[in-house]
C-alpha cells in the first residue's frame, strides 16, 4: 500500500573519523575501491572516497557486488538500493531497499547566493527557505531519479522540502533534517519512509597490509 512506511538508514561519516581509523576502514575495500580513492589529488577527496566505499562496505558485506546503472548510479548485485553524498568533511549514506533513493549532503555556508536564481524557481525563492534545504531537496530527487540534475536544476521541484513529489509520471517520498551544520535530504521513490540515523565512529578490525592511501 502506498501509505505504508518502511525504515531506510542513514549512516554517517565524518573525515576526522575517517583518518583517526583508516587502516581499518580500508581493510573493509576491494583493491579497487582503494585505488580510485587514492587517485584522487587532495586528501579530503580520498578520505571521503574511502569513507563511502567503507560505508557501503559495512552495510553491505565486503563480498557485496556493485554495480552500476547505465546512467552511473550505484546498486548492489541482488538490487538492495543505496545512494552516497560528501560535502565537506561528511559523508552520508543511505540503504533501503528495492525503491529507488537518493541522499544529498551538504555544509551550511556563505557564498551561494549568485546561484539562487540559476538553481531555484521562482516560488522556491519566494518561500523563504534557505538555499541549502532547496538545493539538497533537488538533488535527492534528482538521485532517486537517477538522471542528476540535467537538463536544469529548476526542473526538478524543492518544494515540499518534506512530504509527497510527483514527478515525471511518478510518485516520490522525501525528508530533510539538518545534523552538526549540514543540511541533508533523503528521497525514495513509491514509498514513504521512517529515517534511521547511524554515527558510524570506530571500526574495529584492522588490516596491517591497509595502512594508507
Known amino acids: ?22 587502516p581499518a576502514i580500508l581493510s ?13 589529488a587532495r586528501e579530503e577527496d580520498r578520505l571521503m572516497s574511502a569513507g563511502g566505499a567503507y560505508l557501503i562496505r559495512r552495510k553491505l558485506g565486503r563480498d557485496a557486488i556493485v554495480l552500476r546503472t547505465d546512467e552511473g548510479k ?31 549532503v551538504e555544509k551550511i555556508r556563505d557564498g551561494f547566493d549568485d546561484l539562487r536564481t540559476h538553481v531555484l524557481t521562482q516560488p522556491e ?11 539538497t531537496a533537488k538533488e535527492s530527487l534528482s538521485k532517486a531519479a537517477g538522471t542528476g540534475l ?3 536544476p529548476k526542473d526538478f521541484p524543492a518544494l515540499p522540502p518534506d ?28 514509498t514513504d519512509f521512517i529515517l534511521q540515523k547511524e554515527f558510524c565512529h570506530e571500526p574495529t578490525e584492522r588490516d596491517p597490509s591497509a595502512e594508507s592511501l
Not at 76 to 102: P, R
Not at 125 to 135: A, E, M
Open 1 to 22: 500500500m502506498h501509505d505504508q512506511k518502511n525504515v531506510l538508514t542513514l549512516s554517517l561519516l565524518s573525515s576526522e573519523d575517517i583518518k583517526a581509523h583508516l
Open 163 to 190: 512530504g509527497k513529489i510527483p514527478f515525471r509520471g511518478k510518485t516520490y517520498y522525501r525528508h530533510a533534517l539538518t545534523f552538526d551544520g549540514y543540511r541533508i535530504s533523503v528521497c525514495q521513490e513509491h
Open 150 to 152: 540535467l537538463p536544469s
Open 125 to 135: 525563492l519566494d518561500s523563504g527557505l534557505d538555499f541549502f534545504t532547496l538545493f
Open 74 to 104: 550505484p546498486y548492489a548485485e541482488d538490487h538492495v538500493c543505496f545512494n552516497l553524498s560528501h560535502s565537506c568533511g561528511l559523508v552520508a549514506a543511505v540503504f533501503g531497499g528495492k525503491n529507488e533513493i537518493g541522499v544529498d
Open 28 to 40: 573493509y575495500l576491494t583493491e579497487e575501491e582503494r585505488a580510485r580513492a587514492s587517485r584522487y
